[in-house]
């Protein structure tokens, strides 16, 4: 085949994969975000219902990650082994129906029991996803295709806070139910529909795929095993002994903690600049989620054109912190502070797309699916770690500002580690 027909079937046959696969994994994404998030809008009328206190709420927003935690190298494996279709189909079914059981809630104990068992459903959904994308794309693509998914948290938040605050707007004592179990009731409906319909949509990998013929699925299989940054087989127990894994989910702890600091009380900061009105905030919460979702491609393509990682984390992360820090200066501010918040968003979510590119130049194949899951787990820690950290210097201080100086300082660490030190595989350019 000559060079020019090789090149325009593989660019037709990525194309194809891209189209195939990636809108769909894309709004299963916006839709679990939008699950586990959600209670940050909910806060904003449901701890005065409950009477819950700012560290109630922010260990309950933070349980979630415990159970995560737990369940997420289980859920990994049993993805790698009994493939994708029939395993995300269960997290997606499982977890939307404990989300919408999170409308029942009426004590702290039971808001911690909903969270947790949140944690436990959606476990293996997020590393899962990311494993498969390495059974379809070479790591040169893989910046680019973790860009393509991740940006369904930003969206998330483009869609979730404005849909988020006209639920809340407009179903307040609807059937004496309060706008706060209407948000949990109907923003769990896309993600049962979604669970239902993946076994017929995605396939367990390059052979199952029957839209693809035998030649688009040669390309693919080839290109996968000549990819020269893929990552060694490994048994677990080595997974688990790697140094290398262990500072990647270090440096993940720290990009988590400015992630859940902004996903859980972005609503709550914009609301401290004198906007009352839920719909508002919900329009407003759109703006810095929009600016990070142009971020996060335009950083991705950069990362993957000129084959660097480190800088590209870094540069980012430490955008966040400067934006979270800078957010602290003008609290109470509406447009300066909407600037900061908007930086800050962008600085955070633009380190998740480059960071995923590391351990599939570690890990491959069993090892990938355990170590994949393990760093997710350990960093999403930082979930419970955030929001209970904020929570409980604003009940000492009446202020978030203490807590989001924290969050803005893991960040600044998680830059630093991402420049000292080897962690992947590809010396220099990790």
């Known amino acids: 085949m000559p060079p020019q027909a090789s090149a325009e079937l593989e660019t037709a046959t990525y194309a194809k994969v891209t189209l195939r696969l990636l809108p769909f994994l894309f709004v299963c994404y916006v839709a679990a975000y939008l699950d586990r998030v959600n209670v940050g809008f909910a806060k904003l009328q449901m701890l005065s219902d409950l009477r819950f206190s700012e560290s109630v709420y922010g260990l309950g927003a933070g349980v979630f990650f415990i159970g995560y935690f737990l369940f997420e190298v289980p859920s990994n494996m049993l993805l790698h082994r009994l493939g994708a279709r029939l395993w995300i189909s269960r997290i997606m079914v499982s977890w939307a129906l404990v989300s919408a059981s999170s409308m029942f809630v009426t ?7 909903v969270r947790f068992l949140l944690g436990v459903a959606e476990a293996g959904f997020f590393p899962g996803i990311v494993l498969y994308l390495t059974y379809w794309y070479p790591s040169a693509r893989r910046g680019r295709m973790n860009a393509l998914f991740m940006i369904g948290i ?5 869609l979730g806070g404005p849909l988020s605050g006209w639920i809340m707007h407009a179903f307040g004592g609807l059937h004496g139910l309060a706008n706060w179990q209407w948000l949990f009731l109907l923003e769990a409906l896309p993600s049962l529909a979604l669970g239902i319909a993946t076994p017929f949509v995605l396939p367990n990998g390059i052979r199952a795929a029957a839209w ?7 390309l693919l299989e080839a290109n996968m095993a000549s990819d020269g940054d893929a990552g060694a087989e490994a048994p677990l127990r ?3 002994a790697d140094g290398r894994v262990w500072r990647l989910a270090a440096i993940y702890f720290c990009c ?3 992630l859940y600091g902004v996903s859980f009380y972005l609503p709550t900061l914009i609301a401290a600049a004198r906007v009352s009105d839920a719909l508002d905030v919900g329009l407003l919460t759109a703006v810095p989620y929009a600016v990070a979702v142009a971020a996060m491609i335009l950083v991705a393509r950069s990362s993957d054109r000129r084959n660097e990682r480190r800088w590209h984390l870094a540069v980012a992360s430490l955008a966040g912190a400067v934006g979270l820090y800078a957010s602290t200066l003008c609290a109470g501010q509406l447009s300066p502070g909407l600037i900061a918040l908007s930086i800050g968003t962008a600085g955070v979510l633009s380190t998740m797309p480059v960071f995923w590119t590391h351990p599939s130049r570690v890990l491959a194949g069993t090892a990938a699916a355990a170590g994949i899951a393990m760093i997710n787990s350990i960093g999403n820690l930082a979930g419970f770690a955030s929001p209970s950290i904020i929570g409980w210097i604003k009940d000492l201080t009446h202020s978030t500002n203490g807590g989001l100086v924290v969050v803005a300082l893991a960040l600044v660490a998680g830059a630093a580690l991402a420049l000292t030190g080897r962690s992947a595989a590809a010396p220099g350019r990790a």
């Open 256 to 258: 988590m903690m400015g």
């Open 107 to 113: 004590t702290p104990a039971a808001f911690y029991v």
């Open 212 to 218: 693809l013929d035998e030649r688009e699925k040669q």
């Open 238 to 240: 080595s997974v688990l």
């Open 154 to 158: 930003p969206v998330a938040g483009v």
